[in-house]
C-alpha cells in the first residue's frame, strides 16, 4: 500500500493513509544519511558506558525476549544506542519521535537500516520519525508505531512526555463510553489531532480497536516530569490501566540529564541558532528546578547576567545562595535579553509578554512541550494581522510586532530548544537516562504485575502503581559509569558500615535523601 492509493483514506492532511502499513517513514534513507548516522551511533556507543556494559551483562541470555516495547521518545542518535541495546537484550521494537523538531534524520535511517543491513534491505526497527513533522504527521506517527503487525499491540511502552500512553488510554475510554472523539470540541490545534487521529481510528477499526489493545499491555516506563504527571494523576484517579516506572526521578537520570544535559546543551542551541554573543546579556530562566539550575550554570558558562524566576520558596531560597536574582517576569521583560523556559507549565510567557519585549529579544523553551511560551497568542495575532512571522531558517523565526516595530527571535516554535536548534544532550548524560530505561524495561518485563495488574485484563485486579526504580539500582547506574572517568570508589569497612547503618555494598543513602 502506499499513500497514492487512491481509494484509501488520507488522515486529515499528511497524504498519508491512517493504516499505512508502512515498514517505516523516514526522511532519507540515502547511503550517505545511513552511513553518517551509523558512524557517529558507534562513537555515541563508546560514550555510553551504561548502555555497553547492559548489553555485556544480559546480550546473551536476552532477557527481553518476548517483549514487544514500542517506544515514544526523541530519535536522536543516542536514541538509535538505547533502541539496538533494547535489541541486543531480546526485544522487539518500533519507534517514534516524542517531537515533532527533535528527529535526527541521520540517526532514524541508521535505525531502520540496522548494523547488519543496507538501505536496500533494511535489517533495523521500524521507525516513524523525521524533523519537521507537522502535527497531524506527528499523530500518524504515533499511530503507526503502536499498530503492530500481526499482533494486538506492544505489551510494553517506553514514552517520554506520556503521548504514547495518552493515546491508548483515551482510545481505550471513548470506545468504553461509546462515544464518538469530536475535533470539533476542542480550540487546542494538537488535540484536535488527536481527537481526530481516535475519530478515524473508530470510523476505521470499528469499537474495539483499542479495547482489545489496552489488556495487553504490561507497563510503561516514562521518562520526563509532565508524563510523570499524567501517570500520577490517573494512579490517583483510578484510570491507569497498568503499572508505571517513573524514570524521570531516578537520581541518575534527573540530576545528569537535567542539570548536567542542559548546562549543556542550552547555550549549545541558542549559539547555533542565532550566533549571538551571550556573554554580558541579562538572561532570565524562569524556573530553577533541576532543569533550570543545569539552564542557569550554561548560562553562567558563557558569563551572561543571569536572574531567575520561581514560585516555589526552596528553589528561590537556593537561587537565592547561588547569588541570583529571584525576580518577576514582568518586573523585567523590557530589559532581557535572552528568555528560557524551564518549568513543565504552561503560558509562562504570554503573547502579550512578547509584545513587551526589547527589539530582537531572543525567546526559547528548554521545558516541556510547545506551551510554556504562548504559541498560540502569536498565531492568533498573525491570523489578526497586528504580527509578521519571518523565517530565517528552520526553527529560528522573527516575530515582528507591527503595532511597536519591535521584533523577537524565537527559537524552535517554543517547542525545545536544545533538540529543535541542536543535537540534544550529550551522549555521557543520555548514557545514564537510558540506562535507567534499560533497567525498567526489564524489571517491567520480568515483574509488571509485581506493581499491579492491567485493569482491562483483569478488572477489578491490584490497582496499577507509579514506582521509581529502587536505591541499589540508581547506584548501579552511577557505578556503570564511574570507569568513564577515571573513579576510585572508597570501600567501607564492615564496622565503618554498621555504624551507619548500611551495608557494605550499599545503598548508601536513604530514600528521602536529597543530592
Not at 200 to 214: C, L, S
Request: glycine fraction near 8%; charged fraction near 20%.
Amino acid at each position: 500500500m502506499t499513500a497514492n492509493t487512491p481509494d484509501v483514506p488520507m488522515f486529515m492532511d499528511t497524504g498519508l493513509p491512517l493504516f499505512a502499513g508502512f515498514p517505516h517513514k523516514v526522511a532519507d534513507l540515502s547511503n550517505k544519511s545511513v552511513t553518517f548516522g551509523r558512524k557517529e551511533i558507534d562513537l555515541a556507543l563508546h560514550e555510553m558506558p551504561g548502555l555497553a556494559a547492559l548489553r555485556e551483562e544480559y546480550g546473551d541470555s536476552k532477557p527481553l525476549k518476548g517483549a514487544r516495547i514500542m517506544g515514544s521518545l526523541h530519535m536522536t542518535i543516542q536514541t538509535a544506542v538505547l533502541i539496538e541495546t533494547l535489541v541486543h537484550l531480546g526485544a522487539e521494537v518500533r519507534w517514534v519521535s516524542c517531537n515533532i523538531f527533535s528527529t535526527q534524520d541521520h540517526a532514524a535511517a541508521a535505525t531502520v537500516v540496522g548494523p547488519t543491513g543496507t538501505p536496500e534491505d533494511p535489517k533495523g526497527v521500524p521507525v516513524y520519525a523525521w524533523k519537521g513533522e507537522t502535527l497531524a504527521e506527528y499523530w500518524w506517527c504515533t499511530l503507526q508505531a503502536l499498530d503492530w503487525p500481526g499482533q494486538t499491540g506492544p505489551n510494553l511502552i517506553l514514552d517520554d512526555g506520556g503521548d504514547a500512553t495518552m493515546l491508548l488510554h483515551l482510545g481505550y475510554e471513548f470506545e468504553q463510553r461509546g462515544e464518538m472523539p469530536d475535533p470539533s470540541t476542542t480550540d487546542n490545534a494538537e488535540f484536535k489531532c488527536v481527537l481526530s487521529i481516535l475519530r478515524d481510528v473508530r470510523k476505521a477499526k470499528g469499537d474495539r480497536y483499542w479495547t482489545e489493545m489496552a489488556p495487553h499491555v504490561r507497563g510503561v516506563s516514562e521518562e520526563t516530569t509532565t508524563g510523570v504527571h499524567r501517570l500520577y494523576e490517573r494512579a490517583k484517579a483510578g484510570t491507569l490501566l497498568f503499572p508505571a516506572i517513573n524514570v524521570n526521578d531516578s537520581v541518575t537520570k534527573s540530576k545528569f540529564d537535567n542539570v548536567y544535559g542542559c548546562r549543556h546543551s542550552l547555550v549549545d542551541a541558542i549559539m547555533r541558532a542565532t550566533d549571538v554573543q551571550i556573554a554580558g546579556k541579562k538572561a532570565l530562566v524562569l524556573g530553577y528546578g533541576d532543569v533550570g539550575k543545569g539552564s542557569v550554570q550554561s548560562l553562567q558558562g558563557q558569563y551572561a547576567r543571569v536572574a531567575i524566576t520561581e514560585i516555589d520558596p526552596i528553589c528561590a531560597l537556593q537561587a537565592c545562595m547561588m547569588g541570583l536574582d529571584v525576580v518577576t517576569l514582568d518586573d523585567v521583560v523590557e530589559s532581557t535579553d535572552i528568555f528560557v523556559t524551564a518549568t513543565g507549565n504552561f503560558n509562562l510567557i504570554t503573547a502579550e509578554h512578547m509584545k513587551r519585549m526589547k527589539h530582537n529579544a531572543i525567546v526559547c523553551n528548554i521545558g516541556h512541550f510547545d506551551n510554556e511560551i504562548e504559541i498560540a497568542g502569536l498565531e492568533a495575532m498573525l491570523a489578526r494581522g497586528e504580527v509578521e512571522k519571518i523565517e530565517i531558517k528552520p526553527q529560528v523565526h522573527e516575530w515582528h510586532f507591527k503595532e511597536t516595530g519591535r521584533s523577537i527571535i524565537m527559537l524552535a516554535e517554543g517547542r525545545l530548544v536544545n533538540l529543535g536548534c541542536a543535537t540534544g544532550h550529550p551522549s555521557l548524560v543520555m548514557s545514564a537516562s537510558f540506562t535507567n530505561q534499560t533497567i525498567a524495561q526489564l524489571e517491567l518485563h520480568k515483574n509488571a504485575e509485581t506493581y499491579g495488574v492491567n485493569q482491562v485484563a483483569q478488572p477489578g485486579g491490584k490497582a496499577p502503581e507509579v514506582i521509581t526504580l529502587p536505591k541499589h539500582l540508581d547506584e548501579k547506574v552511577a557505578r556503570l559509569h564511574l570507569g568513564r572517568f577515571g573513579a576510585q570508589l572508597t570501600q567501607l569497612t564492615p564496622e565503618q558500615a554498621k555504624y551507619i547503618g548500611v551495608k557494605v555494598e550499599g545503598p548508601y543513602k536513604p530514600d528521602h535523601y536529597r543530592y
